[in-house]
């Protein structure tokens, strides 16, 4: 399987700061790169994203889409629409959407069907808080997270394109990254969890992201385990420089 560095730049950058992003990235990227490269843009940006990908040989797609596809649902973002801009994956389910923005397991359940239909692969984020760690309860959440992302859709992703992302929630944007060990461990327990919903080979084709405070000087370590199969970075993703650090760590 390919490792995957995926950026997700939240609330950042306009359509004008994404030109001169991807204008740095260009100047600065690699020829080796051995990871597949994705950006999770702002809604407003996926057209900058779209002129420099075929050129760049990076994907992108949004942090978010609604479960309809078209309709009076004011505000919310199509997964056909951004297909048809050349978008090929959605993030769905991040825990600032789930805490934020009230989405549920069944919620998220329905944005990963829907842009399976739209022909987008979702990536499923999963991760527990720093009070579920504490009670001994990280594994249980990723269980149910995954099993009720993934429980409608069985059938369908055994040809589909899909990755989940373990973000702990006490990790995002603190600066206190899982180490190694526990990131290895909740991962190893996403492959089972796979393996049991799907079927061991599939598990195995289906890359498993680690976010939280990622940086380039942690992500070496966290890439010797042997069941990350990629990044999903947030900060350290809006220096292009610091992005690629961590791509080359994959
Ligand atoms: P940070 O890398 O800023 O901790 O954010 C992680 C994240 O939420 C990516 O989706």
């Not at 934020?100 to 069944?106: A, C, Q, S, V």
């Not at 992302?149 to 973000?167: F, K, M």
Request: hydrophobic residues 45%; proline residues 5%.
């Amino acid at each position: 399987m390919k490792k995957i560095c995926a950026a997700n730049w939240k609330l950042n950058f306009s359509p004008e700061e994404a030109r001169r992003y991807f204008a740095e990235w260009s100047a600065l990227r690699p020829a080796n790169l051995s990871c597949d490269v994705l950006f999770f843009t702002p809604a407003y940006d996926l057209t900058v994203a779209a002129e420099f990908a075929p050129a760049e040989g990076f994907h992108f797609g949004p942090q978010n889409i609604y479960f309809e596809t078209s309709g009076a649902f004011t505000g919310e973002i199509s997964a056909r629409a951004v297909h048809s801009l050349g978008a090929r994956w959605a993030l769905i389910g991040h825990s600032e959407r789930r805490t934020l923005f009230g989405e549920t397991d069944d919620v998220i359940a329905k944005k990963v069907k829907t842009a399976i239909s739209s022909d987008l692969a979702p990536m499923l984020c999963v991760g527990e808080t720093l009070a579920e760690r504490e009670a001994g309860q990280t594994k249980n959440i990723v269980a149910r997270q995954v099993r009720a992302g993934l429980g409608r859709v069985v059938t369908e992703t055994a040809s589909h394109t899909l990755a989940i992302a373990y973000e702990p929630v006490w990790a995002i944007g603190t600066g206190r990254v899982a180490t190694p060990q526990q990131a290895g461990d909740v991962h190893a327990e996403i492959r089972r969890i796979l393996s049991d919903l799907l079927s061991p080979p599939r598990a195995h084709e289906i890359a498993i992201l680690y976010g939280g405070s990622v940086k380039p000087d942690n992500a070496k370590d966290l890439a010797s385990q042997p069941d990350i199969d990629g990044f999903l970075v947030g900060g350290a993703s809006l220096k292009p420089k610091d992005f690629f650090a961590i791509a080359d760590a994959l």
